[in-house]
Nanobody
Framework: QVLLAESGGGLVQAGGSLRLSCSVSGINFSGYAITWFRQAAGKEREFVASNFRNTHTYYADSVKGRFTISRDRAANMVFLQMDRLKPEDTAVYYC??????????????????WGQGTQVTVSS
């Protein structure tokens, strides 16, 4: 059984930082894309960053240079370090795992394993 659990969300001022964690169990990282998505109120879920089969990382243009996805192999954890946060980064952040191909890593429909989400609120 694949299980994912996010933590680390909270309230931060614009320009601040947060580090989200995703605990992953039940999968082999080399066969999966582990991806962060976010969903702001009233908006569709959108791609943020992905660790693709533990080979390459990919980012949405809106977070490139500010967010970093990383992995602790021993602890089966995936992290999202978020720096220089902006109010428009406010959303529920989700961790997802899927045996996706590269061309679909940005599509939430390509994932069938999701965490419960963690709220990130950035005040101006």
């Amino acid at each position: 059984q694949v299980l994912l659990a996010e933590s680390g969300g909270g309230l931060v001022q614009a320009g601040g930082s947060l580090r989200l964690s995703c605990s992953v169990s039940g999968i082999n990282f080399s066969g999966y894309a582990i991806t962060w998505f976010r969903q702001a109120a009233g908006k569709e879920r959108e791609f943020v960053a992905s660790n693709f089969r533990n080979t390459h990382t990919y980012y949405a243009d809106s977070v490139k240079g500010r967010f970093t996805i990383s992995r602790d192999r021993a602890a089966n954890m995936v992290f999202l370090q978020m720096d220089r946060l902006k109010p428009e980064d406010t959303a529920v952040y989700y961790c997802a795992a899927g045996r996706t191909i590269l061309s679909t890593i940005r599509n939430p429909d390509a994932y069938n394993n999701w965490g419960q989400g963690t709220q990130v609120t950035v005040s101006s």
